[in-house]
Structures are given as structure tokens and as C-alpha cells.
């Protein structure tokens, strides 16, 4: 089967994360299985009782607790707009491969499995592993279990993500708060017999503005933009248009870089509602963190680091989005970002990723288990 092949099979399967990827968890254990590795599967229920699982496959070793090199890869993808007929099936036009996960992250999960159809595994003199994800795509909650349920420790790990063949050493995190403000409710004509949230939720808005432009003091070179992000990008309050505004909520992202606790937004943030307090002895605001994934960092002089940038003619960088390298990180192991495909167009109608780096990673892929395996 050529890898085309195994990529168009990938994406047949409607692995969106609000479905169950147990049937193509099942394709990839058999394909593991069937080059020769040993296959475990880690079953978990989601928040909406769907039964997902992650997938380890070994080779080169008796236990599945322990990988000098482990491939990692998300199984599932984003929703697809309806119209788009063709999400699954893989079509090609002009030297791309278009398909739901194509890019996102089926394409690096194919030149994953080509490698370890094609390698002799039975040569392995360090054990390799294959580890494939749930719900990466709604907050990295497979790879999260992983990290809880500690199964395996990974010396190297190359994360699949799109990144044009290009190594990441480094990327930021990805923090979520929701943030409710409380006022009292009256008739808008006599505004003292209540307190607007809105008006109060605006003040704290414009605290997280100076917080925003604080943030910029602390720059990490390598990033684009390099520092701390942040964005209100959902506020919603109030009931009618005359009537004081009883409430408001509005949700908080922010992308810590390297170094910075996820916690360093939330503290400011918190000492923002304690001003607006003494201000107003009636300032009422809860706070409810949803995500803080720190960024991670992986050393210029790692060995992956410096025979990835070999083997694809191209210097580490780093990344803006969230991934599970730090998960890998937590079990172990210097981690690198890296796949074939440009994360622009992994989120969109008619995602694709280009041939020749479908076949650029699984080389690259080959060379590193020879590397760090063989």
C-alpha cells in the first residue's frame, strides 16, 4: 500500500472529536500490529460519555513502558462544513491531497505507519513507539491521560503538527478563563436603583488591554509575536435594552511563552478585580479557569533537535498553536513539533497537504528511527 493509500484510508474515517475514534484507532492497530509492533489501547469516556482511546504500538522492546523515539500523532480532526462533499475522500489536483485531517494530522500519521512497514523492526536495537491521540483537537485531552496515566516513558518524541517540514523546538501555551461580572438589575430610566455589569465588565476589559501591553515587556525571541497574547473573544450580558444589565461574561484566551506560568495572566487578572473592588465595595466577578497549558521549550543543542534540522535542510523554530508537546515532555522525552503540511490551511474548507512533503516526512521520519533506533 502506497502512502497515498493510507492517507486516503485515514480520511475516510469521520474522526471529528465529537465522534468516537475507536474505528480508526481499530484500522491503526491493525496496520501497527501487522508491521510487527505490539499494540495497547487506553480507553476513556468523554464529558458526553463517547468512548474514545490512544493507541501505543512498540517494537523493539518486551514492555510498553519505556521508547527511545516515539512518532506522535492526533487521530482526530476540526467539523467540516456540509458542503464540502469531498471531506472524505482524499482527492489530488495539482500536487496536493485534499481531505478533512490531510494536513491535520493524518498526513504525518501516514508517513508514521509507511516508516514502520518499511524499517526492519525486528533490527531495533532501542524501542520505538507509535502514539496516537484523542481529542487533541478540544484541548489535548487524550494526550492529557497519557500524561496522568504516566504508560510509557519517551526518550525523543516527534509531534505531529503541519509546520512545512519545518522542526519546532519551541511553542507557546494555551490558557482559557471564563470571567463573569455581577451588577444589580433596574429600569435603565433610573440607572442608581441598580449596577450595570456591562459597564463593570468594561472597566475590566480595559484593565486586561494594560495587561496585554505589560505582557509585550517580556519577549521571547523566535516567536511571532514574541511574547504573551491575549484576546477577548466572546463577551455576552443583560437581558433587554432597557434594562440594567444584571450580568456579563466574557471568555479570556491567552498563549503564555517558554517560561511564563500559565498562572501569570490569572494573577494579574485577579489583581485587577481587586482594584476594581476598592473602587466599587459592590464589584462582584468570578473567574473560572477552563485551560492553562504552558508553553514548551525543547534545547537548541538536543540531538533531535539538531538531526531534525540536518535531515530537512531547515532551522528549528517554534509555533504560536497549542500541541501535545508538552504532554510528551511530562513523560520524558525532548520534544520536537513536526509534519508535513502548513497549519493555514489545516483548519479550512479544502484543507490539503502537498505530495512531495507527504513523502519529505516519511524520509525524514525513516532517517530518525535509523538514528535514534538503529
Not at 126 to 151: H, N, Q, S, W, Y
Not at 293 to 298: A, K, Q
Amino acid at each position: 500500500m502506497t502512502i497515498e493509500e493510507t492517507l486516503a484510508e485515514l480520511v475516510s474515517f469521520n474522526s471529528v472529536s465529537a465522534n468516537s475514534n475507536l474505528e480508526i484507532i481499530e484500522y491503526l492497530s491493525a496496520r501497527a500490529e501487522r508491521a510487527g509492533m505490539r499494540v495497547r489501547l487506553l480507553s476513556y469516556r468523554d464529558e458526553h460519555d463517547v468512548e474514545k482511546a490512544n493507541m501505543i504500538a512498540v517494537a523493539g522492546t518486551q514492555s510498553f513502558d519505556e521508547a527511545e523515539l516515539a512518532l506522535v500523532g492526533h487521530t482526530d480532526t476540526v467539523p467540516f462544513d456540509a458542503a464540502w462533499t469531498e471531506a472524505l475522500r482524499l482527492t489530488e489536483r495539482e500536487g496536493k491531497l485534499y481531505g478533512r485531517g490531510a494536513c491535520d494530522t493524518k498526513a504525518y500519521i501516514a508517513a508514521a505507519l509507511t516508516v514502520a512497514k518499511t524499517v526492519d523492526l525486528k533490527s531495533l536495537r532501542k524501542p520505538l513507539a507509535l502514539i496516537f491521540t484523542a481529542d487533541e483537537e478540544v484541548g489535548c485531552l487524550g494526550a492529557k491521560r497519557l500524561e496522568d496515566e504516566r504508560p510509557i516513558h519517551a526518550r525523543y518524541a516527534i509531534v505531529g503538527e503541519p509546520t512545512s517540514l519545518q522542526p519546532m523546538r519551541a511553542g507557546k501555551g494555551y490558557c482559557l478563563a471564563e470571567v463573569r461580572v455581577r451588577g444589580r438589575e433596574g429600569h435603565s430610566a433610573y440607572p442608581q436603583t441598580g449596577a450595570s455589569a456591562i459597564f463593570r465588565a468594561a472597566r475590566l476589559v480595559n484593565h486586561l488591554e494594560r495587561i496585554a501591553l505589560k505582557l509585550k515587556r517580556d519577549e521571547r525571541a523566535g516567536f511571532d509575536p514574541p511574547y504573551t497574547t491575549l484576546n477577548v473573544g466572546l463577551i455576552t450580558g443583560g437581558t433587554a435594552k432597557n434594562i440594567i444589565a444584571g450580568e456579563c461574561r466574557f471568555t479570556l484566551e491567552w498563549r503564555p511563552v517558554p517560561g511564563q506560568s500559565a498562572e501569570r495572566v490569572l494573577e494579574l487578572l485577579r489583581e485587577a478585580v481587586e482594584e476594581e473592588r476598592r473602587l466599587d465595595g459592590d464589584f462582584a466577578c468570578e473567574i473560572k479557569p477552563l485551560r492553562l497549558d504552558e508553553g514548551m521549550e525543547t534545547a537548541a543543542d538536543s540531538l533531535l533537535v539538531r538531526h531534525l534540522e540536518e535531515t530537512s535542510g531547515r532551522s528549528a523554530g517554534s509555533v504560536a498553536f497549542g500541541t501535545e508537546a508538552p504532554q510528551m515532555i511530562a513523560l520524558g522525552a525532548e520534544a520536537v513539533v513536526f509534519g508535513p503540511g502548513d497549519i493555514r490551511v489545516a483548519h479550512r474548507t479544502g484543507e490539503f497537504v502537498p505530495v512531495d512533503e507527504l513523502h519529505g516526512c516519511a524520509l525524514i521520519l525513516r532517517r530518525a528511527v535509523e538514528r535514534f533506533c538503529m
